[in-house]
């Protein structure tokens, strides 16, 4: 294991493991950098114009309420608001659950299109056990949490919304997972976001590595056709 600071010899094979979830090998160990604790502290006082700032956040606010980007909106005050509001967007899930059971999707989609598939997606569970179709997450960078809630376990419901959210998905060129991986569920639908190129490069990866296949076996990658 090295532990120089800089080192460009060769590939960086620590790269291929990092969103492997586990197919390739297993980290025995690291190599941490530990930052000494300062010998003195120094504080600086900086000013800044609040009232100029929420103007700007006023304006910016009104601008998107009036291309229809969102319908509604407000603005933190204070320290104690900033945490409601986040205590409010935490518990999304836990909220949807008192539904009963909730159909979770994790995709990562153009900003143009972002909440295109909530309203795609209500249309087509309508007259279903489907409750309600929600959208939240993290719009700075595309990641969409698509939540659909019902009484129970649904097959006929699960039809309706697979494949077709990932199908919509790809068709906008993004990703049927953006956070959370692949894992057993997702990996028959990696295909329509992998060129069959990269699948098998991938998979000439996992052979390399694991030429047992017992490294997370099952895993992300769907068999060879």
């Known amino acids: 294991m090295q532990t120089l600071r800089k080192d460009n010899t060769g590939l960086d094979l620590k790269q291929l493991f990092i969103g492997s979830e586990g197919i390739l090998g297993v980290i025995t160990r690291v190599a941490i950098q530990c930052v000494p604790r300062p010998c003195s502290t120094c504080v600086a006082f900086l000013g800044s114009n609040e009232d100029a700032l929420e103007e700007s956040l006023l304006r910016f606010l009104d601008k998107c309420m009036s291309h229809s980007h969102i319908s509604d909106g407000t603005m933190a005050k204070d320290s104690a608001r900033v945490k409601e509001l986040w205590r409010l967007r935490e518990s999304i899930g836990e909220a949807l659950r008192h539904d009963g059971y909730v159909y979770k999707y994790d995709i990562s989609v153009p900003l143009a299109t972002y909440m295109d598939v909530v309203a795609l997606v209500r249309e087509r569970v309508r007259g279903t056990s489907a409750m309600r179709v929600c959208g939240f997450g993290h719009m700075g960078d595309s990641n969409l949490h698509l939540n659909i809630t019902a009484a129970g376990w649904d097959e006929a419901l699960l039809g309706r919304i697979e494949p077709f959210v990932y199908e919509w998905t790809a068709s906008v060129r993004g990703s049927i997972s953006a956070e959370h991986g692949i894992g057993l569920h997702k ?17 000439s990866l996992k052979r390399a590595f694991d030429p047992l296949g017992i490294l997370n076996p099952y895993k992300m990658l769907p068999p060879s056709s």
């Open 187 to 203: 990996k028959r639908f990696l295909h329509l976001c992998k060129t069959p190129a990269a699948l098998e490069a991938m998979r």
